[in-house]
């Protein structure tokens, strides 16, 4: 279950017909040990939106587009 904060994210790309995302992703690199935990993740684009900044700054450090909520939010609004 994705955190309520994204609740009105998810329900954007549902709407404008989006692939939806995983929710709760948890990004591990060739199946290791997890690197990070992102709340919704496009695995197959490498992108995803995460909560703690740890993870956020992980993902983008193994190669991932990781925003933020606010980020994901004003780019929704665009």
Known sequence: ????????????????????????????????????????????KKRGIAIAQQDLEQARAVGWKVLTVGEALKEMNK
């Open 1 to 44: 279950m994705a955190d309520q904060s994204l609740d009105g994210l998810l329900r954007f790309y549902e709407k404008k017909n989006m692939h939806l995302p995983h929710v709760s992703h948890e990004l591990s690199i060739t199946g290791k040990d997890v690197v990070a935990e992102l709340e919704i993740a496009w695995p197959h």
